[in-house]
């Protein structure tokens, strides 16, 4: 008889005679892409931005737990934008969580800029640590930045949608345990996008689902750690124009570009009565 993986834990809890509660709060995590930029002719005012082979992972920090790179941030705190784990690749508290969907968005774009970038005669701190690749930026008016990564012309974060089909995406439970899950244009991105830019129906309750589930264990058990890896398995090359800033007379050629990947995984959380 099938049985999910949701009715198996239930049954285990009931079993033991076990009060316990449900919760069906995700969990995210968010990891950086990296795009650099080849041959910038800025007589020409064009570049190519390439998303090399490369390894993004989720769920692999905890909030406060230890700093970790994103973008060009080598020391970056995570906080409850980035994760909503308290400890890397476990579940918060004594819970078990039966993992049933996913669904992944670009929140934001990080640029390293190292020519004079934003004409401003005196740039604040802020200014500063954006051009340095270490804040999130948008650019919608495409000032800065080529008109690929956030213009209007391509609608929410074109350089994203290029490269999804390219990106394998497994999970890992225990570092052996490994389960493909195909390519990660498959993860819509739960209403953060428009419906020429979505993968899928963008309401808030559209994920990648996994009806039969993964149980993703309480801290200590076995599978009790679990992160998602994704590969871009080969080069992704996109043509881009530079762009002339205000006031400007040279295009701008940044040297590379970050895309924070915000990874959600759905389901239920079961854990013993008594905690919140």
Not at 6 to 32: F, G, K, N
Not at 92 to 111: I, K, L, W
Not at 150 to 168: A, R, V
Not at 182 to 197: E, H, K, M, N, V
Request: aromatic residues 8%.
């Amino acid at each position: 008889m099938f049985k999910t993986q949701r009715e198996r834990l239930i049954e285990a809890y009931e079993s033991e005679e076990e009060d316990y509660v449900l919760s069906t709060m995700p969990y995210h995590s968010v990891a950086s892409l990296e795009l650099t930029v080849e041959n910038a002719d800025t007589t020409n005012g064009v570049c190519s931005l390439v998303a090399d082979v490369q390894d993004v992972s989720w769920f692999d920090f905890g909030r406060g737990r230890q700093n970790i790179t994103l973008g060009a941030d080598n020391n970056h705190k995570p906080n409850r934008a980035d994760t909503n784990l308290s400890k890397s690749k476990s579940t918060n508290g004594a819970s078990d969580f039966v993992v049933e969907g996913f669904g992944m968005h670009c929140r934001a774009a990080r640029a390293l800029i190292e020519s004079s970038g934003w004409p401003g005669q005196d740039p604040s701190a802020h200014e500063v640590a954006a051009q340095a690749g270490n804040l999130p930026v948008f650019d919608p008016a495409a000032l800065l930045l080529p008109p690929q990564v956030h213009s209007p012309f391509n609608l929410e974060q074109g350089l994203y949608g290029c490269i999804l089909p390219f990106i394998s995406i497994v999970v890992q439970f225990d570092e052996n345990t490994i389960k493909p899950l195909g390519t990660a244009d498959l993860f819509p991105q739960a209403g953060a996008a428009s419906y020429l830019r979505t993968s899928g129906e963008p309401t808030s309750d559209n994920r990648f689902r996994i009806d039969e589930g993964y149980i993703w264990r309480r801290d200590g058990q076995t599978d009790g750690e679990f992160h998602v890896q994704g590969r871009v398995e080969e080069p992704v090359v996109i043509w881009c124009n530079l762009v002339t800033p205000p006031g400007g007379e040279t295009p701008v050629a940044p040297c590379t570009i970050w895309l924070d990947l915000v990874m959600r995984v759905y389901g239920v959380e079961v854990e013993g009565l008594g905690q919140n």
